[in-house]
């Protein structure tokens, strides 16, 4: 069984950044493609980026392109998201998740049923 846990959320004011992580822990998952997504309330759960294991594949959504960016420490078992020029419509639970492995980013990574493995989520709440 593979662990997923997130952590760096925060309250930030408009503007501000954050850097969110989630280290995985069990099964190796340094093969498989990982993402973020998020939750707001009300809302359904969105991709906001995703990457396969060489980074040769990278996804952002529109609204956080050239804000957002996505890397993964392999040999650590980590992903991370940096988030700059934060706005009030960033705000959300932020969740990590990885595909088993051996199984690639082929596809896309929009869909939440593609991802086995989430993590218990990181509040980011972005005050305007």
């Known amino acids: 069984q593979v662990r997923l846990v997130e952590s760096g959320g925060g309250s930030v004011q408009a503007g501000g950044s954050l850097r969110l992580s989630c280290v995985a822990s069990g099964k190796p998952i340094n093969s498989a493609c990982m993402a973020w997504f998020r939750q707001a309330p009300g809302n359904e759960r969105e991709v906001v980026a995703g990457m396969s294991m060489g980074g040769s594949f990278t996804y952002y959504t529109d609204p956080v392109k050239g804000r957002f960016t996505i890397a993964r420490a392999n040999a650590m078992n980590t992903l991370y998201l940096q988030m700059n020029s934060l706005k009030s419509e960033d705000t959300a639970m932020y969740y990590c998740?990885?595909?088993?492995?051996?199984?690639?980013?082929?596809?896309?990574?929009?869909?939440?049923?593609?991802?086995?493995?989430w993590g218990q989520g990181t509040q980011v709440t972005v005050s305007s």
């Open positions: 998740a990885a595909r088993p492995s051996g199984y690639s980013c082929g596809g896309g990574v929009r869909d939440v049923s593609d991802f086995h493995y």
